[in-house]
């Protein structure tokens, strides 16, 4: 994440702005909802807006539904919902909507970051705080204008939607929780707002669906600093538009991660920043599908372990993290890169399990002449497998900062231009060989025993050579285990 991470500092989110009483009356109406509910069936909350403001309506559904039992679900008939700062413990259930644009919850304006602040929470404006949760077939979005009042006096709100095991105001640092989400088949929009914080643009909601500690300041330096938390995610067939950040999942530990689908990929466009996996440990991650629309001088995918927050423990990796990039559509438009992977602690921590990275079958679309398609930092035994790049851009592969070991292996080089060069490595860069296409006189190498064949390879799974195979066996047991994560 970039140097806006210090508008992380910027968070703070209120316990329970609208308290409800947990009720296990069934018969009891609420203004807007019913209850339909079986002793053979979880029950099914029907709640419907009330033009104004659905947030005390709404929470009194999510209670009623946890006191139904788990597999409930809260169901948003077509309609435009109102909802301001919630927050939701323990939901194991079900949030749906009756489709995409036909079902929209929009943001109350007014949140007070001060008042947040005080609490040491995250100014997010819907939150789900452990539990089972599935959201589908829905709008979540931001009015136009400044939705938030007080410090840091941006007019923004930090997320529209946020998952977290723990919290300051509940069971913070209680390493046994945990929470599951899986999200399919929802819109996601910002919009932009003068002065408020970005890259590029300015915006009124920094990132469109984040997961991770909920947590003011998390530059703070605590006497018991925070675990890194258990959280599974899943997020399909949803779209993105007009935020800094789009998808921003950080300080997970042990996590399975999957971001899109063979066929049931995620559309992000006027981003910032596309997103990114950050200070995470021993997780497993499966990007494919996707289709990333990378505006003029922004910033595609970061996964990246850089030690950013000081509220973290410093927790050492015991498995290899598992990152499978495949099948994505990365159309750059004279933007700054598509991918950035970096493995700091193969620098700072060198006895622990590598970061285990493979990208294959990606497409890259560049144009502009200033595009690199993939920046690789401190990476170790990296696979660059079978991806086709198009256009004109700067280079299609940065490797540098003590990269080495790598494996570029049956790539489509021939369908772009380069200003600058195929790829280039740094004096630290060591070990990589690239096998397929005549490379030699298309690379800037300045590294060590960097090794460059002409073979043909296509899809082959010939043995090319001991270091070779190696390099592929490896991060295919890595894989194995990712599937079976």
């Not at 807007?32 to 709640?47: D, L, N, Q, R």
């Not at 947590?215 to 599974?232: G, H, V, W």
């Not at 995470?280 to 289709?291: F, W």
């Not at 004279?334 to 193969?346: D, E, H, V």
Request: hydrophobic share 35%.
């Amino acid at each position: 994440m970039k140097t806006l991470k210090t508008f992380m500092i910027l968070a703070t989110s209120l316990c329970l702005l609208l308290s409800c009483s947990r009720t296990y009356d069934y018969d009891e109406s609420f203004s807007g909802m019913t209850v339909k509910a079986s002793p053979f069936a979880p029950a099914v909350i029907t709640v419907e807006p009330d033009g104004v403001d659905d947030t005390p309506t709404l929470i009194s559904a999510f209670e009623n539904a946890k006191a139904s039992g788990p597999g409930s679900v809260v169901q948003l008939v077509e309609g435009e919902y109102h909802v301001g700062y919630m927050e939701v413990r323990d939901f194991y259930g079900f949030l749906k909507g009756a489709g995409k644009e036909k079902t929209i919850i929009t943001v109350l304006p007014g949140m007070d970051l001060d008042e947040l602040l005080a609490q040491h929470l995250l100014h997010c404006n819907m939150k789900f705080i452990g539990g089972d949760v599935n959201i589908s077939h829905l709008t979540i979005q931001t009015p136009p204008g400044q939705i938030s009042v007080g410090w840091p006096y941006m007019g923004h709100i930090y997320t529209l939607v946020n998952f977290s095991a723990t919290s300051a105001g509940y069971e913070l640092g209680n390493e046994s929780r945990s929470i599951k989400v899986v999200i399919d088949n929802v819109n996601f929009r910002g919009q932009l707002l003068e002065g408020g914080p970005g890259y590029v643009n300015s915006y009124n909601c920094l990132i469109g669906v984040r997961a991770g500690f909920d947590y003011y300041s998390p530059y703070e330096t605590l006497a018991q600093p925070l675990p890194r938390e258990r959280i599974d995610f899943k997020i399909t067939n949803c779209d993105f538009n007009t935020f800094c950040y789009g998808l921003g999942l950080e300080g997970i530990n042990n996590g399975r991660i999957i971001i899109g689908e063979n066929n049931n990929g995620n559309v992000f466009s006027n981003i910032d920043q596309q997103g990114g996996v950050w200070e995470s440990r021993n997780s497993a991650v499966t990007i494919e599908g996707n289709t990333f629309n990378i505006p003029e001088f922004s910033y595609g995918l970061d996964l990246d372990d850089y030690p950013y927050y000081t509220i973290l423990r410093n927790e050492p990796s015991g498995n290899n993290a598992v990152f499978d990039i495949r099948n994505n559509t990365f159309n750059m438009t004279n933007s700054t890169y598509a991918l950035l992977l970096r493995n700091i602690r193969t620098r700072t921590n060198p006895g622990e399990p590598v970061t285990v990275f493979q990208v294959k079958n990606n497409l890259f679309n560049m144009t502009g002449g200033y595009e690199r398609a993939l920046i690789s930092y401190y990476t170790v035994d990296m696979v660059i497998r079978n991806n086709r790049f198009t256009g004109y851009g700067d280079f299609a592969l940065r490797l540098v900062n003590y990269s080495k070991g790598g494996l570029v292996l049956g790539n489509n080089f021939s369908t772009a231009e380069f200003k600058s060069a195929v790829a280039y490595l740094t004096p630290s860069t060591s070990n990589w060989t690239f096998v397929g296409g005549n490379l030699a006189d298309k690379v800037m190498d300045y590294g060590t025993n960097n090794i460059f064949t002409g073979f043909s390879v296509n899809n082959s799974e010939a043995p090319f050579g001991e270091t070779i195979v190696d390099n592929l066996d490896f991060v295919k047991e890595a894989l194995r285990d990712l599937k079976g994560h």
